[in-house]
Nanobody, 115 residues
Framework: QVQLVESGGGSVQPGGSLRLSCTAS????????MGWYRQAPGEQRKLIAA???????NYSGEVEGRFTISRDNDKDTVALDMHDLKPEDTAVYYC?????????WGQGTQVTVSS
């Protein structure tokens, strides 16, 4: 069964931190590059961080230096540690393979950064 379950979002003030977690089904996770995506209101969903099976990592410029992606290959989970959050980080965050292979998305987790 295809499954992606994101959690850990919430409301924080600028400068705050959050840790997002994602559990994926084995069919999505195993040996695939996994990524965190986000979609802000009125914008398209975009990839912001990606980690290969062997843990090579890439970040988009807007989050590099503030966010850290990690994965546990035994538990089929991927995490995103977010620090120094800014109002422009407000979005719904999703995890998925990178690239997305079957068009399936989880429900996402809302992150709101505001004072």
């Amino acid at each position: 069964q295809v499954q992606l379950v994101e959690s850990g979002g919430g409301s924080v003030q600028p400068g705050g931190s959050l840790r997002l977690s994602c559990t994926a089904s084995r069919s999505i996770f195993y040996t695939n590059t996994m990524g965190w995506y986000r979609q802000a209101p009125g914008e398209q969903r975009k990839l912001i961080a990606a980690i290969t099976w062997l843990r090579n990592i890439n970040y988009s410029g807007e989050v590099e230096g503030r966010f850290t992606i990690s994965r546990d290959n035994d538990k089929d989970t991927v995490a995103l540690d977010m620090h120094d959050l800014k109002p422009e980080d407000t979005a719904v965050y999703y995890c998925n393979s990178a690239p997305v292979e079957n068009g399936y998305w989880g429900q996402g987790t809302q992150v709101t950064v505001s004072s």
